[in-house]
């Protein structure tokens, strides 16, 4: 009994320190893991800090903006010098230009990042809409001592019309065409809208058409001048511009309020109905979407800083993609204006829900499948263990060397076991590491016996 004792004894003392030594080796590579996640995690805050609070480079968009001094020009420059207080990264250059045809083409150099255009404008599929600004209406002015009243009696008459090759000029001849006007049978001549004005209140010539918005500068001094100098303009009636919309979508039919010129005597006398074509800012869909959407939030958030400046800027407004045809959405724009829509999540939360429940299931399912399977593995391994210690028990017991040689034999079958189960995964590595340091200490206490019975039998 004193042997088997000693005999142990000395197998747990060769047994403890490799185990301390497992235990140790564990300990210092999940210290070591925990610091490597932890320094990953302080690395991945600071990047992110740094990213989203990093100085943003100053961004400026060249923007193509029409006629000096017209509408779209000068509503342009309010624009730069509101984005220029309210942004810290994005800036405009106004640039003065011909017409429409002239900015498209610089759009499409990549001579500007923005224009403004009429929408009846034609455009290649690179080009992408921001907002509309403003109405631009189709207007036929004449002194009312002329005895025009209606567009079939501009035959025969002088009528100055805009310089030959520009937008307004083709949109002269798109109302001639649906009134059948013809070329021959009017005296028209091409000219600036200033020179125009002051002709017409001259006598030189009987009528002129143009097409600005109601709130044009050099409109609204035509009418300033002819009340001073106590003339009475009438502007036309275009009575079919619902039908000329049918003809061309891009344009629309609108409504001259009355008195919108002068009160009194009130210019025009009545509601009149006329050709309506909206005035758009475009950008290509290559400029950057997030500038584009902080300009477009700057047009809209900060509109009353705008009308202030400028009084037509009240016009500016969202897209409508059910009216007509319209140039599709610049990505930028369309992300500020479904800013308010409900997110995917938002909009599938009970199916997201239904699926994380789900999903919560078949984890919590597969969880318990493996807390079954690693017990299996550790109730497998402990059958093994106590199979060693059963052998051990027996080697204590021999006191013969076949029975020895015997044990020996059943301890290397039970590790050829142990190996293949380790290959098919019915035990697990940290299970085989337990086993592996038994069995060496199962092997050397039979070592031991038979050299002690050995010594014995000399």
């Given at each position: ?22 235990r ?19 690395c991945?805050?600071a ?24 509408d ?6 309010d ?45 290649i ?48 001849w ?14 028209w ?18 009528a ?47 409504i ?16 009149i ?15 950057d ?51 308010d ?53 027996q ?64």
């Amino acid at each position: 009994m004193a042997e088997r004792g000693e005999q142990q004894g000395i197998a747990r003392q060769r047994t403890a320190p490799r185990q301390a030594n497992l235990r140790s080796v564990r300990q210092t590579r999940g210290l070591a893991w925990s610091i490597v996640f932890g320094l990953v995690g302080l690395c991945a805050a600071a990047g992110g800090w740094l990213y989203f609070n990093r100085e943003q480079p100053l961004v400026t968009l060249k923007v193509a903006a029409g006629p000096y001094r017209s509408d779209s020009y000068e509503m342009m420059l309010d624009v730069a010098e509101v984005v220029e207080r309210q942004s810290k990264r994005l800036r405009l250059q106004v640039m003065p230009t011909r017409d429409s045809s002239t900015n498209i083409s610089i759009l499409n150099r990549h001579s500007a990042d923005l224009a403004t255009i009429r929408s009846d404008t034609p455009v290649i599929a690179d080009v992408k809409m921001v907002a509309e600004l403003f109405p631009d209406f189709f207007q036929i002015i004449t002194r009312e001592d002329r005895q025009i009243f209606s567009i079939r009696d501009l035959i025969g008459k002088k009528i100055a019309i805009p310089p030959f090759g520009t937008d307004e000029f083709r949109s002269f001849w798109s109302v001639g065409d649906h009134y059948d006007l013809p070329i021959d049978g009017l005296h028209w001549i091409a000219m600036p809208f200033a020179t125009a004005t002051r002709r017409l209140l001259d006598g030189d010539i009987d009528a002129i058409f143009t097409v600005r918005s109601l709130r044009d500068r050099l409109l609204l001094n035509l009418h300033e001048d002819a009340r001073l100098k106590r003339q009475r303009l009438r502007i036309l009636e275009i009575e079919q511009a619902r039908a000329i919309a049918v003809k061309r979508p891009f344009l629309r039919a609108g409504i001259i309020p009355k008195g919108t010129f002068s009160g009194a005597p009130a210019v025009p006398g009545s509601d009149i109905a006329a050709s309506v074509v909206s005035r758009i800012l475009v950008s290509r869909s290559d400029v950057d979407e997030a500038l584009i959407r902080e300009l477009t939030s700057i047009l809209f958030e900060h509109r009353l800083d705008l009308v202030i400046r400028f009084a037509l800027a009240s016009a500016i407004r969202q897209p409508d993609s059910t009216a007509g045809i319209t140039i599709p959405l610049h990505a930028g724009s369309q992300a500020y204006f479904d800013r308010d829509q409900p997110s995917f999540i938002q909009e599938n939360a009970e199916p997201i829900a239904l699926g994380v429940t789900v999903a919560g299931l078949l984890i919590s399912g597969l969880l318990t499948l493996r807390a079954r399977f690693t017990s299996g593995q550790k109730n497998r391994m402990d059958s093994y263990n106590y199979m060693l210690l059963e052998i051990a028990e027996q080697a204590r017991a021999t006191d013969t060397i076949e029975g020895l040689r015997q044990l020996r034999r059943e301890l290397y079958d039970i590790l050829e076991t142990v190996v293949r189960a380790l290959d098919t995964d019915e035990v697990t590595e940290e299970g085989f590491q337990s086993f592996s340091l038994l069995w060496e200490s199962v092997r050397e206490m039979i070592k031991d016996q038979g050299e002690m019975l050995s010594g014995r039998a000399a």
